[in-house]
């Protein structure tokens, strides 16, 4: 057997020696080859991008991967868990790791009050890529040199596509040289070779720039096609520095208090600055841990609830002075948008089923200013629609009385017929229901 080292050029030649001899021919046939090989390389980067995007997707809601959110901190869990392959399981169905007996697995079910998603669509590979994403972005930051804000690590897919860019400019020299001593060895031989034509008016050169034109722009359009409208890491200044973390984390108002629409009707809604008033009619200065921007600057709070006192029209040296008709409304910046030909409703997920804040805008009480964590993309809705199971077992004590309608779903139950409903089986993929 050859050596590792040895075996890449001894595989190009066996292959080159199948390849026709024209020149034109097997130029392109070797560099498609070596591209081709080389392009292997990638294979790990690209397992890396492909787990972000599947963690940014189903895991960055209730996981972070140096923090504790709604689930424990992810860095380090392959170290934590014995067997791999119960760990995949746990992350495909956490239900059937946990019927295996596993103490680990069952001490990881009672870790939250949240019970954990199930993602049966995910792959072994799917669970594997989004492990390595973890792996790499749980390593130590790099220090922080002279006050200066560390650059995040580039993906390593660039790396590899300069590498894969530089051993095809070799591979193209090589075939060059290659052609060159044939023609010296030709001439000596006294073969004649018909003129070689200018490259651009080369119909094979030609075919081959407009093949991978259309590929590389129709991937570019399809890839930018795809992405618009959705803006997963939005997070614009507000004109006031409003910190969820200290109103809903440190001093543990509802958001209901705020948001009251969320549980009745179809927006959320946006507090007006009488809300605020009730609270800041009686708080005038902030005396809380201290708070720094995404900039890495300290607010003042203070000066910030003097801006709230500027809107609603009062001194700040008397704010139970409030008087709602001198009131102005605060210009926030919206987060959080959805096409205007999608149709959904707060109230529907929130009241009648009992879905979190925190499944779709993350963990709100560890963010100051508030961005968007989840794509909200329509992929992500029907993936939570298929896995989310509802709260059929009602009684005049718990449950929700909302899905007692369903008659034919209460018996299967009885019957053993069905274990679970999904939103899935009352609607929730039918296209009517979010575009009517």
Known sequence: MCPVEEFYPHFIRSIASMIPHQPIVRKLSLLVITLFIFSTFKIVAQDVAAGKAIFSTKCASCHAINSKVIGPALAG????????????????????????????????????????????????????????????????????????????????????????LIMAIIALIMMQVNSNLKKLSDDKEGIRRPEPVVFYKNKVYIALAAIIFFIIGGYLIARDAIGLGRQVGYQPVQPIYYSHKVHAGL?????????????????????????????????????????????????????EINKLYKAAGVDPANPQAFDPTKAKEIAWVRIHNLPDHAYFNHSQHVNAGKVQCQTCHGEITNMHEVKQVSELSMSWCINCHRQTNVNFNYDSTHGNKFYSIYEKFHNDMKAGKMDSVKVENIGGLECQKCHY
């Open 77 to 164: 869990v392959e170290d934590r868990w014995v067997d791999r392959k119960l760990l995949i399981k746990w992350v495909q169905n956490f239900s059937a790791a946990v019927a295996t007996g596993d103490p680990y697995s069952i001490a990881m079910a009672g870790f939250s009050s949240t019970e954990m998603q199930k993602f049966p669509e995910l792959k072994d590979a799917d669970v594997e890529s989004v492990l390595a994403y973890i792996k790499t972005a749980g390593a130590p930051p790099p220090p922080v040199i002279d006050g200066e804000k560390p650059q995040e690590n580039n993906n390593n897919s660039i790396i590899f596509g300069v590498i894969s």
């Open 251 to 303: 001093n543990q108002i509802n958001c209901l208090y705020c948001h009251g629409g969320a549980m009745d009707g179809k927006q959320a809604s946006i507090p007006s600055v009488n809300v605020c008033m009730n609270c800041h009619k009686q708080i005038s200065e902030y005396k809380g841990p201290a708070i720094y921007n995404e900039a890495g600057e300290m607010v003042n709070g203070t000066n």
